[in-house]
């Protein structure tokens, strides 16, 4: 009984495998991925994170939504997880547009939450973006931010 229930997940498996790959010949599989990232279904959500987990060629088109999810409680790892896949082929300059345009409500929390995803994948040019926003906001506890990620990051920054 135990060895049938795992052939019969092996070969579930199996077939998930070959549906990413015939996912991945789709000429629309970007536009897929995106309503599946902005969908209010979990699955479709969690499938679409797994498959640019081992799919990522597509994460830099993708990018505005994956930071988005990060940033929700609940998806934080695997928004993680699926650009960390990509990391070094999104250029530096996107994550820094990309972290910046997550900004403008200008709360502290979201520039907490944000450079703690910007120092999760690495992205010390866009950290230092967002550094420095911070350091010319009327808001002092804004600034302090920026003090203190200066000292605590000030060796990863460009």
Known sequence: MEMEEWRVLVTAEQEVAR?????????????????????????????????????????????????????????????????????????????????????SDGEVEDYLRLADVLVEIEAWEALSAVIDKAAESDNYEIREFSRSFTESHGDMLP
Do not use: H, Y
């Not at 990060?70 to 934080?76: E, F, I, V």
């Not at 790892?77 to 900004?103: C, G, T, Y």
């Open 19 to 103: 549906r990413r790959a015939g996912v991945n010949q789709l000429p629309s599989r970007v536009d897929l991925l995106s309503k599946a990232l902005s969908s209010s279904s979990a699955w479709d959500r969690s499938v679409a994170l797994d498959f640019l987990r081992l799919f990522p060629e597509d994460v830099p088109k993708l990018l505005d939504l994956l930071v988005d999810l990060s940033l929700s409680t609940g998806w934080t790892r695997s928004a993680l997880e699926a650009i960390m896949a990509a990391r070094k082929e999104v250029e530096p300059s996107q994550f820094a547009r990309v972290a910046l345009e997550r900004l």
